[in-house]
């Protein structure tokens, strides 16, 4: 039988809020001292008395037991000779060692004796192993490790970010860094975007030192080798501008619409000349035009990349260029990257247009996106494009000699190391950066950098080797730097390189 009682209580008489007064202290209990123990304590003066809270933490120290070491020497070319025997004495000596050959147990004595000898060699191991014991045989160098790091980051101060389309070098060292951008999708471009492009203290990423300020956008920019203070740009519009820092943030002077490229202008490189402010640019047009600085009126000289022969070349049929490329040391040959995969090398001083334009190569499925000699053996040159890179040499016109992998992203641009001739750089879709060393690895690249999760678009390589800049699609660029070994030239790599390619 289940007894069940409930109790009630009204809700207004629990959990009732508390409410604290001020009251006076009471006294529960008090306890008096026994004056009988007074008499078992002893008293001590003085009593220091120490507490302890924390955790009491004890600090051990181990060594290993030290080793004693003695130096001893011995006579190696006299060796341990008998009391009766003479040293000195050749006769005695001579004698004395045909008495020991003779003896029956030489033989085995000297076989006991060379395995302990042999224990005692290979028991000394403290020895530099970096000594260099011969001073006419220079030493090997060892095999560094390839890193690289990203130093600095340059963002487009725009609200709408663009794509950075072209990067630039000063002359003075690489101080500053000219980056131009520009949409070039088509019939992507809104009207109210800027076109404005940045000159940047490399130092200094935080605000750009110069802002251009075209009318239309600008799609490459170049520094004139010499000066510091003057740059060339390819426009959106087909027309080339002429730009002197010292002189503000618009063009000096510009071409004019009519004898300018009808197309975008993809490249514009300084070309060597004797009043230093000669240039020449391309364009998918199909055109190649040569301009002086002083007079941007019109281009000095025009070739149309036509190459089916003929009397005459027809702009119609011409092939889209896509980039340029100019050696100084070889000053009157320049090659042209175009649209459909072709590499076209070109001869200015030829009389006839037959005559100018020398040889063709076809190198990939899609558009030439880099083109670049190796600035140490200019017979040998690079191309981007598709999803491969390919090294090239103008005795062979039938096929490339060297070529990488198909990545699984596509590539988008390339550049030789100004000093170290077996190293490349290429930028992929992807966002990464990679750094080949043809000498060390021809199936991949030595070392692969995750820049950024955008599509790089272009990369431009200091002129010391180290510092490689790139742009990305989002109008950020970055500052990447990599270790000294892919800089440094080493001693047989011309050698090694001669007999690679």
């Known amino acids: 039988m289940d007894v069940q009682y409930v109790y009630t209580k009204k809700r207004s008489e629990f959990g009732r809020p508390c409410f604290f007064v001020d009251e006076g202290p009471k006294l529960m209990e008090n306890i008096m001292p026994n004056r009988e123990f007074h008499n078992g304590y002893i008293f001590k003066n003085p009593v220091n ?19 004693q070491y003695d130096q001893r020497g011995m006579n190696h070319t ?20 045909k008495k020991i050959e003779k003896d029956e147990m030489y033989v085995h004595t000297v076989l006991q004796l060379t395995h302990a000898m042999e224990h005692c060699i290979l028991q000394n191991n403290a020895i530099n ?10 030493s090997a160098t060892l095999m560094e490790r390839c890193s690289a790091r990203t130093l600095n980051v340059y963002r487009d101060p725009n609200k709408v970010k663009r794509p950075v389309t072209h990067l630039s070098w000063s002359p003075d060292g690489g101080t500053r860094l000219a980056v131009s951008h520009c949409n070039l999708e088509f019939q992507r471009r809104s009207p109210d975007l800027s076109t404005f492009s940045y000159i ?23 520094y004139n080798p010499k000066d510091v203070n003057c740059l060339v740009s390819g426009m959106f519009s087909g027309q080339v501008a002429f730009w002197d820092v010292r002189k503000g943030s618009t ?15 993809y490249s514009v490189l ?52 896509s980039c340029l490329e100019y050696e100084g040391t070889i000053p009157t040959r320049f090659m042209v990257g175009t649209e459909n995969g072709c590499v076209i090398s070109c ?41 491969m890179a390919r090294i090239w040499s103008e005795d062979c016109k039938e096929s490339s000699i060297m070529w990488t992998c198909n990545h699984q992203a596509q590539l988008t641009d390339g550049a030789w190391s100004p000093t170290r001739s ?40 200091h002129d010391q080797g180290q510092l490689v800049a790139v742009g990305n699609n989002m109008g950020t660029s970055y500052l990447a730097e990599f270790s000294e070994n892919l800089a440094a030239t080493q001693r047989n790599d011309k050698v090694l390189l001669t007999a690679v390619s």
Not at 54 to 64: D, F, I, K, R
Not at 78 to 97: S, Y
Not at 200 to 215: A, C, D, F, H, Y
Not at 353 to 382: C, D, M, W
């Open 49 to 67: 008395r120490s507490t302890q809270c924390s955790s009491v933490l004890a600090e051990h120290e181990v060594n290993t037991i030290r080793a």
């Open 78 to 97: 006299e060796g341990g000779w008998p009391r009766e025997v003479n040293p000195t004495d050749e006769e005695q000596t001579l004698r004395f060692k």
């Open 129 to 138: 192993i970096y000594e260099e014991y011969f001073e006419d045989v220079e």
């Open 200 to 222: 940047w203290e490399v130092e200094n990423p935080n605000k750009p030192q110069l802002i251009l300020k075209p009318s239309v956008p600008i799609v490459c920019l170049e």
């Open 251 to 265: 063009p000096v002077d510009m071409s004019i619409l009519e004898p300018s490229h009808r197309d975008p202008v």
């Open 270 to 321: 300084w070309i060597n000349s004797k009043s230093g402010t000669e240039f020449f640019s391309s364009s998918t047009d199909g055109q190649v035009k040569w301009w002086d600085t002083r007079k941007l009126n019109e281009p000095s000289e025009t070739l149309i990349l036509d190459i089916v022969k003929g009397e005459e070349q027809i702009l119609s049929r011409a092939l889209g260029a």
């Open 347 to 387: 001869n200015r001083k030829g009389k006839t247009p037959a005559e100018k334009i020398v040889s063709k190569y076809t190198a990939h499925v899609g558009p030439v996106y880099a083109l670049q000699r190796n600035p140490s053996f200019v017979k040998n040159f690079l191309t981007i494009g598709d999803w």
């Open 422 to 461: 077996s190293v490349f750089f290429t930028t992929r879709m992807d966002g990464s950066l990679d750094a080949w060393d043809i000498l060390r690895n021809q199936k991949e690249a030595v070392i692969s950098v995750k820049v950024c999760d955008y599509q790089l678009s272009n990369l431009r390589v």
